[in-house]
Structure formats: structure tokens, C-alpha cells
């Protein structure tokens, strides 16, 4: 059986990145107790996924096709969760507006730009 290994460096950088957007999400939508009132939350998966497609996108500086090939996912995909509107998902998490296009690429890009804004070294 063959080990597959990822380069250490840029990759756990990556992944580290991708971590902490994915709990500042969770942050920005009320915390796991918050969650939990869900009950069927279905979507955890695609912010963990859109979490991963900001990391690589603006640190990695990576290409919709390299971050689809490395998630494997499509590029479609990835231009989905890049093109989400942060404002639209603000405004309907705040109970206003209609259900917008990809909530979680826009809540992974709010919790990136927090992430920044605070200037944490990740």
C-alpha cells in the first residue's frame, strides 16, 4: 500500500488556516450552542469545504482549477463560494432578506476577513 504524504510548510500552513476560518465561522453564527438550536444542520461540511477554498485562494494564491483539483471538487464549486455575498448572508443572518446563494463561501470570507483584520499570524 502506497503512503500518500502532503509537503509539510505551505500545506500545514493551509490547513491551520482553514481551521481557524472554519471556527470563526462558527463564531459568526452564535456559537456551537447555536448549532445545536439547528438541530439538522446539514451544511457544516461546505463551510468546512469553503473555509478551505478561502485558504487556498488568498494565501496559497492557488487557481479555481489547483484548489478544485486539490479538494476535489468542482471549479464551479469554487467560483460559488468565492462569488458569495457577504452583505446578502449578513442581512439574512440578522433574520432580513431572503435565503442567499451559498451562505457558507460568504460566512468563510467574513470569518477570513476577521481573521485578518485581527492580524493573527496563522
Known amino acids: 500500500m502506497e503512503v ?3 509537503p509539510v510548510g505551505e500545506g500545514a500552513n493551509i490547513d491551520r488556516l482553514a481551521e481557524r476560518i472554519f471556527h ?3 463564531r459568526i453564527l452564535g456559537g456551537l450552542k ?7 444542520l446539514t451544511w457544516l461540511p461546505s ?4 473555509a478551505y477554498v478561502i485558504a487556498l485562494k488568498n494565501d496559497a494564491v492557488k487557481t479555481n482549477r489547483e484548489i478544485a483539483e486539490y479538494l476535489g471538487i468542482t471549479e464551479q464549486t469554487v467560483r460559488n ?8 448572508v449578513e442581512e439574512y443572518l440578522r433574520g432580513g432578506g431572503e435565503r442567499p446563494e451559498h451562505i457558507a463561501g460568504a460566512i ?6 476577521a481573521i485578518k483584520t485581527e492580524g493573527d499570524d496563522v
Open 4 to 6: 500518500i504524504t502532503r
Open 81 to 88: 463560494i468565492l462569488s458569495a455575498d457577504e452583505r446578502k
Open 47 to 50: 463551510l468546512a469545504e469553503a
Open 24 to 26: 470563526e465561522s462558527i
Open 34 to 40: 447555536k448549532l445545536v438550536e439547528y438541530r439538522n
Open 108 to 113: 468563510a470570507k467574513l470569518a477570513y476577513r
